[in-house]
Nanobody, 121 residues
Framework: QVQLVESGGGLVQPGGSLRLSCAAS????????MAWYRQAPGKVRELVAT???????TYADSVKGRFTISRDNAKNTVYLQMNSLKPEDMAVYYC???????????????WGQGTQVTVSS
């Protein structure tokens, strides 16, 4: 019913920047909170940033001041601008969206397939 497709991952040197995108499609009525998570090898998935429909944002302490989450409600898309990247930022990044569809009366969380971010010289 709903698909989330991430893009923008890749290889970047320490100190570099990347911009991730996640576009939602399908039978969408409304999207509430959107978020980015990441999971490094051997570690649990962790929350990176969230943004509400009204653009209220939260960030993990580890990325504050370096990452910026934003969204385009008309395009059902969330972005993650990542600056001053560090080797410890290397992970698979996943987006999540809380979506109301035409066939449900409640918001349901959907996940993207993930995009790899590699930070290495």
């Amino acid at each position: 019913q709903v698909q989330l497709v991430e893009s923008g991952g890749g290889l970047v040197q320490p100190g570099g920047s990347l911009r991730l995108s996640c576009a939602a499609s399908g039978s969408i009525v409304s999207i509430n909170t959107m978020a980015w998570y990441r999971q490094a090898p051997g570690k649990v998935r962790e929350l990176v940033a969230t943004i509400t429909r009204g653009d209220t944002t939260t960030y993990a302490d580890s990325v504050k001041g370096r990452f910026t989450i934003s969204r385009d409600n008309a395009k059902n898309t969330v972005y993650l601008q990542m600056n001053s990247l560090k080797p410890e930022d290397m992970a698979v990044y996943y987006c999540k969206a809380s979506v109301l569809t035409a066939t449900h009366t409640y918001y349901y969380d959907y996940w993207g397939q993930g995009t790899q971010v590699t930070v290495s010289s």
